[in-house]
């Protein structure tokens, strides 16, 4: 009963007094809040990872070191192509379908001697790199190449080393052309300590490709991951 009648008083205190514009320690001040401190937003929030292209589509990376669509015509800044490879007709690197494809495939070879036709990015140099502990190399491709009868084959080779990275083979011939499919292959820090050329050939021994599409690219990325 009492605790009723000093609620009671105390409202009729805060009243009274609220309405001469009066306050008193009967009607105490509500608590204030402590203004939020300012939060900074992380320096690296919504960074951009560089370019982007098919090859790369949907996947993570901290820093898209490379991504090249082959749409319309060759790349030219920092990119090599061979030109004239394997006997006549020559064969070189075009853009056809929005894909790059060695043309004359169906002819290329060089008598009964192995030739490749090769084609190099840009060099990533150690600056590039720096702070990455793996690459990934994404492909979107077909490869339609005879390797049924003959050392016909895709391949991609880094700098200094004799021992092909990956390399592909198989086909269907005089029929449906292998679907375009990404590939994806880890490059591990040991093989970009100090930088990173990759060389991508078209390999042939003794016999053409004759019924074949041979190695259509329509894109290729280096991702970066720290």
Known sequence: MRSVLRTFARLVCCVGLATFGLLSGCCP????????????????????????????????????????????????SGWT??????????????????????????????????????????KLNATDLAGLKTLTLAILQSVDVRS??????????????????????GGISNSSVPPFRRSLITIEPNDFSTGLQAMFSVVTKGSAGAGYAGWQIKSIAVLGHK
């Open 148 to 169: 049924e009868t003959t050392n016909q084959r895709a391949q991609i080779l880094l700098d200094g080393q004799t021992v092909p990275l990956v390399q592909f083979t």
């Open 81 to 122: 192509f061979d030109k004239d490879c394997g006997d006549t007709p020559k064969s070189n690197w075009i853009i056809a379908q929005g894909a790059l494809v060695l043309s004359d495939f169906d002819s290329f070879k060089l008598g009964l001697t192995e030739t490749a036709c090769s084609f190099k990015p840009p």
């Open 29 to 76: 001040s509500p608590p204030t809040a402590e203004p939020a401190p300012d939060l900074a937003p992380p320096s690296d929030l919504g960074a951009d990872p560089g370019p982007t292209c098919q090859a790369a589509m949907g996947l993570a990376a901290d820093k898209r070191l490379l991504c090249a669509d082959f749409t319309t015509s060759l790349p030219a």
